[in-house]
């Protein structure tokens, strides 16, 4: 493997998740192949961190930037770039705001729509959406889920925070991006079902979320449950393979790796 390893940039991914007849349901977006990281593959709604995610004056209601900065082992700086970037790409990418009025009651998604793609192409950074608006960031709507960095044999590489979130009453997550091909919601362990059978191709971060969601019933018992956030960095082998990746649950991962996915990610 060559010692040329590739810089990481922060990055926020949002688990949306809800209560259904068969179990949680999950949110997730299978992206479109042309695009240069995760082409082609099913992941959940975020992206990397906008400098001025770290704009501070942007409106905040919840735990604190120094909170968010323990659960991640972060910087209160970095803490709060990648809070901001998890709300604004739940918005960017599937029209979902983790977000209120000031005054604490629910803002009209439906009126501040046609500013979602100012966001999308940076017109808007987050802050200036928030106080042209009178909104500020929830922040006790998310819960940290896990910390994964892209292994370095990767030539885009990532340090992104993974945060829970339960879909808010009365919104509804859509596919509206360029992003992404399709989009749906699905039962956390037919999802699992989907990757064994070659349905879909989960990277190991998604996969190993999905295997963790479809331990609980519920959405109330998920959010509570208590969590050691540790980074998980899958080791590389000599020879760079993907499927000498080696983080854990990774010979389980590898065993449920069907054919077709192989084949068709040349694996």
Known sequence: MSEN????????????????????????????KQM????????????????????????????????????????????????????????????????????????????????????????LSLAEFLANNDLTLRTDLLVPLAHWITPKNEKRRYDTRFFLAALPAGQSADDRTTEVEEAYWRNAADA????????????????????????????ADLLAAQRVIEPIEPAVPSDGSFSGLGFAGSADYFATLSEENKQRFAF
């Open 5 to 32: 390893v590739v810089p990481l940039k922060d990055a926020s991914t949002v688990v949306l998740v809800r209560d259904g007849s068969q179990g949680i349901e999950v949110f997730l977006q299978r992206r479109v």
């Open 36 to 123: 240069a990281f995760a082409g082609g593959m099913t992941v959940f709604p975020g992206g990397g961190v906008d400098p001025r995610d770290g704009d501070a004056d942007v409106s905040w209601t919840g735990p604190g930037k120094d909170w968010w900065a323990t659960q991640f082992n972060a910087t209160e700086e970095t803490a709060q770039k990648l809070v901001c970037a998890a709300v604004r790409e739940t918005y960017e990418e599937c029209g979902v705001l983790l977000v209120s009025n000031t005054d604490g009651s629910e803002p009209d998604v439906g009126a501040l729509a046609p500013q979602r793609a100012l966001l999308e192409d940076r017109t």
């Open 192 to 219: 699992l079902d989907d990757w064994a059978a070659g349905r879909c191709f989960l990277l190991p971060p998604t996969w190993s979320q999905l295997r963790d969601i479809s331990r609980f019933e519920t959405v």
